[in-house]
Each structure stands twice: as C-alpha cells, then as structure tokens.
C-alpha cells in the first residue's frame, strides 16, 4: 500500500503565492517521478509539473516561470511553489507518484498511484 498526504491548499488572492506539498510512504522500494496535476470543473485533467528521480522537470506551458517544483529524495516529498496566481489557475490539485513498489519481485512493474487532492482557489 502506498499512502500520499497532500497540503498547501487554500484560497489566495491573484498575484499570490502558495505552495503544496506531496508525502509518500508505504511500499515504496524506489521513486521514478513524483508530479502535480489539476482539475478545474468541466475541464480535462492536466499536467502542471513533475520531477524524476534525477531531478529533470516538465512544465505545462501555463504555469513556466509562475511554478517551480522541487523534491526530497530522502523524505519522498515533492513540492509544488506556485507564486504569481492567477484565477485560471483555479481547479484541484492532485499528486502523482510512479513508483516501484517493495512488495513486488524483480522485475519490478512501473506503478502509479494518486492522492486525494487538494482545492487551491485564485480570487480576482
């Protein structure tokens, strides 16, 4: 079993910042990319951001410049800083974590697991 604690949500004004947070633990032998993605009402699910293992980053094209997201290695924690908000950036956001899990025999299947989300809300 893999558990996420995601936090950092909340309501900020546009121009603001905030930063979200991502924890896994559980079965965890190692971690090959850790992620955030959102969902507004009525919209697809997106990328935002997400870093590997070795630190390569992908960005949506919306939020380069605005985002930075960053990882600890050692805590399994990824981190989501968001600064100049804006009221698109509204929608829920979910973490995302591929994995190789402890319980599974080599080879070790590429696994991916979800957290719960968490509401960030941009006022105009």
């Known amino acids: 079993q893999v558990q996420l604690v995601e936090s950092g949500g909340g309501l900020v004004q546009a121009g603001g910042s905030l930063r979200l947070s991502c924890a896994a633990s559980?079965?965890?032998?190692?971690?090959?990319?850790m992620g955030w993605y959102r969902q507004a009402p009525g919209k697809q699910r997106e990328l935002v951001a997400a870093?590997?293992?070795?630190?390569?980053?992908n960005y949506a094209d919306s939020v380069k410049g605005r985002f930075t997201v960053s990882r600890d290695n050692v805590k399994n924690t990824v981190y989501l800083q968001m600064n100049s908000l804006k009221p698109e950036d509204t929608a829920v956001y979910l973490c995302?974590?591929?994995?190789?899990?402890?319980?599974?025999?080599?080879?070790?299947?590429?696994?991916?697991?979800w957290g719960q989300g968490t509401q960030v809300t941009v006022s105009s």
């Open positions: 870093i590997t293992s070795g630190g390569s980053t």
């Open positions: 995302n974590v591929l994995y190789y899990s402890s319980t599974s025999s080599p080879p070790r299947p590429l696994l991916e697991f």
């Open positions: 559980g079965s965890i032998f190692s971690i090959n990319a």
